[in-house]
């Protein structure tokens, strides 16, 4: 039995005190469901092992048909079923197929977040541990208990506590379901905006696409207009040569008239 000062430890600790990966997830529960430190996730740790312990020595058993072992094996699976962590007709197999969460999500500290008697899992454990919750007419003060199936419709304040006035401050304001997040809950927004990224991208290029297909067309109709217009300028370039070729032939005309003129004075004023 041990001295009552010093009891036996409840739970197992990690075999390697420094595993990455290990330390990631359980940071990850802490956050999720509230808990103080990391022994109460130890503490359902063990808990599980003992089950899937169990189911996997009564499996060896039951293929040699003892009834003890079916007897066993019936009672670990309502033991389950009352505690709402397995439902009706359930095998060993599923006992197999257990996590942490499984035992977690069965606590006091987050079945009174889930009913919304606390805005926080945090908030959840100050409450059990302040003596404002009870289970029927029972104040439990244990954040870390077990709530069977029939015991979890009977989760409320206490007659004697101030939060049953809704106008109280530290209430939360509905008192609705609520759902503890978990990892798909945070990774799908993520997902949904790298969706309508690249359809952004696709709207975008279609765009260009249809711009580039716009301009050579455009450039085909600019290029015939150009054309048209160069034989003008030609034209008029050659008529105003023509001008300045007729006035240099005429000059020459006008003064070869006029030598003439001079000289046939000349010759008469000799004669005279």
């Known amino acids: 039995m041990g001295k ?11 075999s390697h005190p420094w595993q990455e990966d290990r330390i990631k997830e359980e940071n990850e529960l802490i956050k999720k469901y509230g808990l103080k430190n990391k022994r109460e996730i130890w503490k359902a740790q063990t808990r599980l092992k003992k089950y899937r312990s169990q189911a996997r020595e009564l499996l060896a058993k039951v293929e040699t048909g003892e009834a003890q072992s079916k007897k066993e094996s019936n009672q670990l699976l309502m033991h389950l079923n009352r505690i709402n962590i397995l439902p009706l007709n359930s095998t060993l197999d599923d006992v197999l197929a257990l996590d942490t969460e499984s035992i977690l999500s069965r606590r006091l500290q987050t079945l009174t977040y889930l009913k919304g008697l606390a805005s926080t899992p945090t908030q959840a454990r100050q409450l059990i541990s302040h003596g404002h919750i009870s289970i029927g007419e029972k104040r439990v003060t244990v954040p870390g208990y077990i709530v069977t199936k029939d015991e979890e419709s009977d989760i409320s304040y206490m007659p004697d506590s101030a939060l049953n006035d809704t106008m109280h401050p530290a209430r939360p304001k509905s008192d609705t379901f609520k759902s503890i997040p978990t990892k798909k809950e945070t990774v799908k927004p993520a997902e949904e905006k790298k969706t309508e990224e690249p359809t952004k991208k696709e709207g975008e290029q279609k765009e260009e696409k249809q711009t580039a297909e716009k301009k050579p067309e455009e450039t085909k109709q600019e290029q015939p207009k150009q054309e048209k217009e160069t034989p003008k ?34 010759k008469e004023d000799g004669g005279n």
């Open 4 to 14: 009552p000062k010093f009891s036996r430890k409840k739970y197992e600790t990690p």
């Open 233 to 266: 300028d030609e034209n008029k370039a050659e008529e105003s040569v023509k001008p300045a070729e007729e006035k240099k032939t005429e000059e020459p005309v006008k003064e070869e008239t006029k030598t003439e003129e001079k000289v046939e004075d000349k």
